[in-house]
């Protein structure tokens, strides 16, 4: 079954403990980004990869990092987590840029 | 940048009844996706439809992409339709992000 995996589903932690959310899909997709979500300010884009070994800051970059080592792949990462960063989080997947897009399950992070 | 607007924001609707949501944007998109957030916050995808007309079991969609608005119908609504609609089209920048509306949010009733 074609899909997009994140884990873990949900995830309490304290500021500035380093964490790190998966992400992974099995359609062989070259572009994957990364969004998170809060009341009010709907679905905002943090990184995304056009391929391998190629990444860039989306509109809400800061506090977070990325690596894309495999096509499969596309972690998310936390150094230092702050309260501000309590959000749901969604991995998305697509062939290329400006084909259907498929979303994780969502990652329910609160920083305490 | 391009502006996605939906409506109605909110909707209640008896269970069998059907529904139409719109969602209009400012300007020619190569894409557009319909999407349902379900009460567990999952984003399930319903249709990729950048123009013309699809149906999926008691759902269709229709873009008309050249007066830049979709529609979004639900028939015989049931109590798991029940969540946030979205509409979604890529942004005239070249990162693949996607631009959505700010949702429509569906109670159907039993």
């Known amino acids: 079954e074609a899909q997009v995996t994140q884990n873990p589903r949900y995830l309490i932690t304290v500021t500035g403990k380093k964490l790190t959310v998966t992400c992974s899909q099995n359609m062989n997709h070259e572009y994957m980004s990364w969004y998170r979500q809060d009341p009010g300010l709907g679905l905002r884009q943090i990184y995304y990869?056009?391929?391998?070994?190629?990444?860039d800051k989306g509109d809400v970059p800061e506090g977070y990092k990325v690596s894309r080592k495999e096509k499969r792949n596309f972690p998310l990462i936390l150094e230092s987590p702050s309260p501000n960063q309590t959000s749901l989080y969604f991995c998305?997947?697509?062939?290329?840029?400006?084909?259907?897009?498929?979303f994780g399950q969502g990652t329910r992070l609160t920083v305490v | 940048g391009i502006q996605v607007e939906q409506s109605p924001p909110d909707l209640i609707l008896q269970e069998g009844a059907n529904s139409t949501l719109r969602c209009n944007f400012s300007d020619s998109v190569n894409n557009l996706q319909w999407f349902h957030q379900n009460p567990w916050g999952q984003l399930i995808n319903l249709f990729y439809?950048?123009?013309g007309t699809k149906q999926n079991g008691r759902l269709s969609a229709t873009t008309v992409a050249t007066e830049r608005y979709s529609l979004l119908y639900i028939s015989s609504s049931q109590t798991t339709d029940s969540g946030v609609y979205f509409c979604?089209?890529?942004?005239?920048?070249?990162?693949?992000?996607?631009?959505f509306g700010q949702g429509t949010t569906l109670q159907v009733k039993p």
């Open positions: 979604a089209v890529d942004g005239s920048s070249n990162t693949g992000k996607l631009i």
């Open positions: 990869s056009m391929n391998v070994e190629v990444t």
């Open positions: 439809i950048p123009s």
């Open positions: 998305a997947s697509r062939r290329l840029m400006n084909t259907e897009a498929f």
